[in-house]
């Protein structure tokens, strides 16, 4: 089967919408390759570039691509094969009015610090430091139910999760909420930290290999409300609100859910299992709904699907 | 060398105050066995056993152990170096009034579910599952500055961090605030979740063997203000506040604060370096204050001390 390339050239959105408008059409089981520009538009070659304030357009997410057969109730199963750098830059950087420490007077900004990829591609550099590269597809998502998101925020459709588990070897299965899904994805990182203090992680562009699978009906016994994540060792509920506590609490309902159906416990019960093992993780706490994970290792939990 | 055994029923603390007497006297470099019981003073034998409502006194603290020549200013080293279970039974509750879902009408408070160990010693049971046993050690702590604690609550001096990397095999450090120091702990628990949403791991008693140190004067580049933990891989500030997000600027201005002084970064710098590598990682989110870490991988810090 060969891999459909499509690009950021062809068509990006900064806006998850429920009426959007496809670029392209594939089949459920598609293999694809999403070309994602970095998630400033190319504006920062060099430490001089700063963003002085955020831009009403960020994360350009690829697409959107319709999914043949993808219908409300189905679940939308993104399996990531690979996401490759291509560009030789990275960049880290401060907003003024953004990020975990905006409020501190030593902390400056804006302020950029990009991060060129070693020759070898391995790494990227950071001053005189390298730092290894460890890829993450900071926004994907479907089209929402109702309401419209810019890609700056995260919610139940995905957008901006910035989740480093979003990469290369795990699946994130998304719920469709309109017909053929529409899903898109951009703003990658060569590298990010959990929480994404600062609000970036390495910006880059990327190459994404992505297989696309409608799962009819999605899953048997959840009725699945947010992006799910799984990893080679577990299952892992996303949620994203106002606040981490709230975040919190979501991610740990959807993981109660999952456990709840897997072995015929009452919610309570569900609950107690959960405070023993696996737990909560951050994702990012500044975009500026913030999203949690709640990792259930799969040794308690098998595929909801 | 001998370990000194100290047992809870010498004496054991439930508030952690700015002068406490103490209990046993050692020096810098003593290697102890600390015999701590359970955070709920074996009330709970059987699933029938509940707690109604939050008990005045829990999460005994075994000590406080008095640490010769440990002055404020002086930082004060626990290295864990083992956490054995010490009963065969333990126990994960939910108590009304306590716990990340204590809000919702599904989730049972109070409930119990003893978690028994297995013969091997390797795991407890939770219903028909097995959880491989790994041991936390809840509460643990110094004498605070001026303020006082329960050991329900985790703050600056230690208390009730509740932190699943506070186990064998890693070191934590902390300000010494009083004279001698005037380390505690207990409250331990077998398993326990990243988050302990349910408000309790798998309570039980250990014995705990920890080698203390007095590192004079503290660190040479920072001023610790809260508590540090160090594991074969990573250097994690542990900071605990009101809410997560606090929490977060707390821990994450700390990874700064180390990051800086090694690399001669300003501030600024380090903050991007610190969206980057490790990240943000949830200790607990129930007692009441929470506690989160920040984890900084050793490839870029070396030890402070």
């Known amino acids: 089967m060969t891999r459909e390339a499509i ?14 408008e496809s670029i392209a059409t ?6 694809l390759t999403i070309e994602a520009r970095d998630s400033l538009d190319g504006a920062i070659q060099d430490d001089s570039d700063v963003i002085d304030s955020i831009p009403e357009e960020v994360n350009a997410a690829t697409g959107p691509i ?18 490759r750098l291509d560009e030789p830059l990275g960049r880290v950087i401060t907003i003024d009015g953004f990020g975990l420490l905006d409020e501190y ?19 990227i550099e950071f001053d005189d430091l390298e730092v290894p590269v460890d890829p993450v597809i900071g926004t994907i998502g479907v089209a929402p139910e109702s309401e419209s998101y810019t ?57 994404i290999d992505v297989t696309v699978d409608v799962i009819d009906g999605g899953a048997a016994d959840i009725d699945l409300e947010r992006p799910l994540v799984e990893t080679p060792d577990a299952w892992k509920p996303l949620a994203s609100a106002e606040t981490l506590e709230e975040a919190c609490k979501l991610a740990n309902r959807d993981a109660i859910d999952l456990l709840a159906a ?38 308690y939990l098998s595929s909801p699907f």
Not at 7 to 15: D, F, V
Not at 26 to 31: I, K, L, M, R
Not at 66 to 78: C, I, W
Not at 275 to 294: A, C, H, K, M, Y
Request: with cysteine; aromatic share 4%.
């Open 7 to 20: 690009s950021h050239e062809t068509g990006a959105i900064y806006e998850f919408t429920p009426n959007l």
């Open 26 to 31: 594939v089949e459920s089981g598609a293999q």
């Open 66 to 83: 319709e999914v043949e057969g993808a219908t409300p109730g189905d679940v939308l199963a993104v399996e990531i094969e690979a996401v």
């Open 105 to 123: 007077d030593d902390i400056e900004a804006p302020r950029t610090q990009t991060t060129p990829v070693t020759d070898d591609g391995d790494a």
């Open 151 to 207: 890609t700056l925020v995260p919610h139940d459709h995905g957008g901006n999760l910035d989740t480093t588990d979003v990469t290369a070897g795990n699946t994130i299965y998304f719920p469709v909420f309109q017909e053929g899904a529409m899903l898109a994805m951009g703003d990658c990182k060569a590298a990010m930290a959990d929480g994404e203090m600062c609000g970036t992680g390495a910006e880059i562009a990327t190459e």
């Open 262 to 299: 897997e072995h015929e416990f009452d919610d309570t019960d569900a609950y107690l299992l959960s405070s023993l093992v696996g737990g909560l993780e951050i994702s990012q706490v500044v975009d500026p709904l913030v999203t949690v994970r709640n990792a259930v290792p799969k040794e």
